[in-house]
């Protein structure tokens, strides 16, 4: 079947859908080729180099870029560099991932008995598994794409497509069997929205040493200044001193809307203490959370701050969402807003 010249948004719109319908067919034919592949990758040993030519070497690139940003030690070798010195940097590896649609690129097979030598496993990902290449491969991943998409069907459409996608199939797998965690893709993102977005809450919140403490009995004046001077627009209350191993269960606090409320009641407001207005039990979340887990819990339950704990519930400190925005935007905190503690 040959596409025929139409509105470019309906051409648009086939190459799509015919891309989505060729990634429901390769992930059906997913098996146990690739579950052994995914296995050589996540070995703790394994070192991946990734080969192929034209689009396909785009798509190699971007495998191997995406295998090393999650601690996968992988690199792409140009076949044409490597016919000529550079498949040295093949013979420590222990996995070598092959991208070929037709199953006969030229280039790879020359690389591939040279792989071979050098005791590399091969996987290649290919379209139909009957091909010469796959003579040389210990496993085979079929994309199942026979035609293309768009006009005349020709240009690289589905098939890099699902190339492309299996790549990141295989990647993932392996995550899963090494157990990957966000702890270890906070490592090797340190930077970006990505390296913000996994930060810890402990990175950006104020030390307890740092927070506004008011005892139980403390008038509502000493509430008021206090809290002002803390600048944060809060304040711990709690029976013991702050050098004391406190839990976050312990304590109440003070916020600037809990003052709002006791301002309500004109004539009793100079009687009134911090018991009597704080928030007991307030909510908290350990220091070790993700940046983005303290924002999505601010933002479900309309909180301006949290109190942070250590793993056993002792608290550590506070973050204000001033702290989680500003560090989100790049914005840094001015220091008359920093506490200066008491």
């Not at 893709?185 to 810890?200: A, C, D, Q, V």
């Not at 506004?212 to 809060?234: C, N, Q, T």
């Not at 109440?252 to 407001?269: H, T």
């Amino acid at each position: 079947m040959t596409a025929k010249l139409g509105h470019p948004l309906e051409a648009g719109r086939e190459v799509l859908r015919e891309a989505a319908a060729c990634l429901g067919r390769a992930a059906d034919g997913l098996g146990d080729d690739f579950v052994q592949t995914a296995q050589a990758l996540s070995r703790d040993d394994s070192f991946t180099v990734v080969i192929g030519v034209g689009k396909s070497g785009h798509i190699g690139n971007k495998l191997a870029a995406g295998l090393t940003g999650v601690g996968h030690r992988a690199v792409f070798v140009h076949p044409q560099e490597a016919l000529h010195g550079d498949l040295g940097m093949a013979s420590h590896a222990t996995l070598a991932i092959l991208l070929s649609h037709s199953g006969t690129t030229e280039e790879l097979m020359v690389l591939a008995p040279a792989l071979k030598e050098f005791g590399c496993q091969i996987a290649l990902i290919t379209a139909v598994k009957e091909c010469p290449l796959a003579g040389y491969s210990d496993w085979v991943i079929e994309t199942l794409v026979d035609e293309e998409a768009g006009l005349h069907r020709l240009a690289p459409t589905s098939s890099s497509t699902t190339t492309l996608s299996i790549g990141d199939a295989l990647m993932i797998a392996s995550l899963n069997l090494r157990g990957f965690t966000t702890e270890e893709f906070r490592r090797y993102h340190p930077g970006g929205l990505l390296g913000k977005k996994l930060k810890k809450v402990r990175d950006l919140m104020t030390p307890v040493e740092r927070l506004a403490w008011l005892g139980p009995g403390d008038s509502i004046f000493d509430v008021l200044e206090k809290v002002a001077l803390g600048r944060r627009g809060f304040g711990v209350v709690s029976k013991k001193s702050r050098d004391e191993a406190v839990r976050a269960d312990e304590v109440g606090v003070i916020s600037d809307g809990d003052i709002r409320n006791a301002a309500r009641d004109r004539d009793g407001f100079h009687n009134k203490t911090a018991a009597a207005i704080m928030t007991s039990k307030p909510t908290a979340i350990d220091a070790d959370a993700l940046m983005g887990d303290a924002l999505r819990l601010m933002e479900t339950y309309r909180y301006t701050f949290l109190l942070c704990t250590d793993s056993d519930g002792t608290l550590v400190g506070a973050v204000q969402i001033h702290d989680l925005v500003a560090s989100d935007l790049d914005v840094t905190a001015r220091a008359d807003r920093l506490p200066n503690g008491d």
